[in-house]
Structures are given as C-alpha cells and as structure tokens.
C-alpha cells in the first residue's frame, strides 16, 4: 500500500541513484576514458544538462498526466498535499534512469577502448 512514508523514501532513494549514477560517470570519465580535469568537467556538465531536459521533455510530454493530483484520489494517502510527490517520484524516476543508461553507455565505450589497446 502507497502512503505518505513510502513516497517520500522512494524520493529519497532516486534522488540517491541519480547523484550514485553521476558519480559513477564522473568516475568513468575521469579515471577510465582518462579525460583531464577540465575538459571532463565541462563534458560532464554537459551531459548532466543535456540528460536533465531530456527528462523534463521526456517527463513532461509523456507521464505527467499520470501524476496529475488533480485526477487521483488515493485512501491510503490521507494528506493532499503529498500527492505532489508521486510526480517528484515519476520525475527523479525518469532522470535516474537516463542518467544510468548514459553511465552505461559511457562504461560499454570505455571498455571497447581498453580493449582497442
């Protein structure tokens, strides 16, 4: 049963996946593909940006009117105020999921260049 508890933790732990997946890239970027400080910074700066309004459009365009409060009625949540979050959720759920399938694809292509040498 969804109730207030369970929304603001499954909040809390995208919010979670998604810095663990920037981290990750940031890591991949710097240590595997050996970028420089810099110019790893700025490309992932870009990346982070890029994959940020992808998921607004993506969000925005495509499940937002599944997470609209204004057409949900839940009994198990009793305080209005927190359907908000099941659109939070449906956000930092879309963002945590590109910002690791681009970390995925950074990982696949770091391989392939370890494995070129």
Not at 50 to 65: E, W
Not at 87 to 102: A, H, P, Q, R, T
Request: hydrophobic share 50%; net charge neutral.
């Amino acid at each position: 049963m969804i109730n207030e508890a369970t929304l603001v933790i499954s909040l809390v732990m995208l919010m979670f996946v998604t810095f663990a997946s920037v981290g990750y890239l940031f890591y991949i970027l710097t240590d595997r593909i050996e970028m420089t400080k810099l110019k790893s910074t700025l490309y992932i700066m870009l990346q982070v940006t890029g994959t940020l309004l992808i998921a607004v459009a993506f969000y925005h365009f495509g499940i937002a009117r599944w997470t609209d409060p204004s057409n949900m009625h839940m009994e198990s949540i009793k305080d209005y105020s927190f359907y908000y979050i099941i659109g939070w959720n449906g956000f930092f759920g879309v963002l945590s999921l590109l910002y690791l399938i681009n970390a995925a694809v950074h990982h696949i292509y770091a391989k392939k260049k370890e494995s070129a040498f």
